[in-house]
């Protein structure tokens, strides 16, 4: 199927996702030490600040799972990364434990209660089975390529299939994989090109009148918004 497509350069593209960036960099001390690392962090906002019950969680199949216990009244939970970047934030629960995931990369990041005038906790997010894809490019985000193309909607075709239609720029070698980790949902029809073990390329659809329009970012001299 063909596809229409108009191409131009975007600068300063802002990244994809809220909360999806590279974290690192911190240091803590757990309340006692852990036998193995939990699924659930378990995070205590006290007068003093955030108190977390362990230093490390391990991230699951639909990402980084959090129970708070909101002894302070602080009315949200804020997660940033090693240079104090938003990565996610919650409303806390007034009255009762607050559970929530995250798309949390792999790395150490800092916990807050409410302003984050009190103490911030430390706490390393680990993926020991490697499931986390990263939705960064592998050129950055200050100068990307970007296509917009059409093509027909077929019912029932996973977003694989149409940016296989859809994209001549994509290459036999290139892997599509959802980003962030296998089982989340923030993601929808976003799909990432890994050539050669890199992120060279973001591919999403939507609806558009009986066809799908495809958006393509990608890293300049990947070829993926050629013609």
């Known amino acids: 199927m063909s596809a229409v497509r108009r191409l131009v350069v975007v600068v ?27 699924s659930v962090a378990r995070i205590v906002c ?15 199949r639909d990402g980084v799972h959090l129970a708070v216990t909101n002894a302070s009244g602080a009315d949200l939970l804020e997660i940033r990364s090693a240079t104090d970047e938003p990565l996610a934030e919650t409303p806390l629960d007034l009255d009762a434990a607050t559970n929530a995931v995250f798309q949390i990369p792999p790395g150490r990041v800092t916990v807050t209660c409410g302003a984050g005038d009190g103490g911030a906790g430390v706490l390393q997010v680990l993926d ?14 200050d100068e990307v390529e970007r296509a917009e193309l059409s093509t027909e909607e077929i019912p029932g075709e996973p977003a694989v299939g149409t940016a296989r239609r859809a994209v001549p720029g994509l290459r036999g070698i290139d892997e599509l994989e959802k980003p962030g980790y296998p089982a989340s949902l923030w993601h929808g029809d976003l799909l990432v090109v890994i050539r050669e073990g890199e992120v060279v390329g973001r591919i999403t659809r939507a609806q558009d ?3 799908w329009s495809v958006v393509v970012t990608a890293c300049p001299g990947s070829g993926l918004t050629d013609d």
């Open 12 to 38: 300063g593209v802002v990244a994809i996702a809220a909360g999806i960036t590279i974290a690192g960099g911190f240091s803590g001390e757990p309340d006692t030490p852990e036998a193995s690392p939990p």
């Open 46 to 60: 006290q007068a003093g600040g955030a108190v977390l019950r362990s230093p490390n969680v391990v991230a699951e």
């Open 128 to 141: 020991p089975r490697n499931r986390w894809i990263s939705p960064t490019l592998a050129c950055g985000e």
């Open 209 to 211: 009148r009986g066809l």
